[in-house]
Nanobody
Framework: QVQLVESGGGLVQAGGSLGLSCAASGSIFRIRAMGWYRQAPGKQRELVATITSGGSTYYADSVKGRFTISRDNAKNTVYLQMNSLKPEDTAVYYC??????????????WGQGTQVTVSS
C-alpha cells in the first residue's frame, strides 16, 4: 500500500508565495509521473502541473510562469513552489503519483489534499 502525505499550504495575500510538498511512502518499487491537481469550490478537479521521473514538466496555462514543480526521486517527494499567487488559485491542492509497488502493480495514488487560500 502506498501513502501520499502533503504538507504546506495555508493563507497568503495576493502576490505572495507558498510551497507545497508531498511525500510518498509504503511499498514502493518505483514512481513514474508525479503531479499536483486542485479543486476549487463548485468546480471540477483540474491538473496544475506534472513531472516525470526524468524531470520533464508540464504546466497548466493558468499557472505557467508562476508555479514550479520539482521532485526528489531519492525521497519520493514532489514539490510545488507557487509564486505571484492570485485569488483564483484558491483551492484544495492534491498530489498524485503513478506508483509501481513491490508486487509490480501500478496504482495512481492521491494525497489527502491541502487548502491554499489567497486573499485579495
Amino acid at each position: 500500500q502506498v501513502q501520499l502525505v502533503e504538507s504546506g499550504g495555508g493563507l497568503v495575500q495576493a502576490g505572495g508565495s507558498l510551497g507545497l510538498s508531498c511525500a510518498a511512502s509504503g511499498s514502493i518499487f518505483r514512481i513514474r509521473a508525479m503531479g499536483w491537481y486542485r479543486q476549487a469550490p463548485g468546480k471540477q478537479r483540474e491538473l496544475v502541473a506534472t513531472i516525470t521521473s526524468g524531470g520533464s514538466t508540464y504546466y497548466a496555462d493558468s499557472v505557467k510562469g508562476r508555479f514550479t514543480i520539482s521532485r526528489d526521486n531519492a525521497k519520493n517527494t514532489v514539490y510545488l513552489q507557487m509564486n505571484s499567487l492570485k485569488p483564483e488559485d484558491t483551492a484544495v491542492y492534491y498530489c498524485n503519483a503513478d506508483v509501481q509497488d513491490r508486487n509490480y502493480y501500478w496504482t495512481s495514488g492521491w494525497g489527502q489534499g491541502t487548502q491554499v487560500t489567497v486573499s485579495s
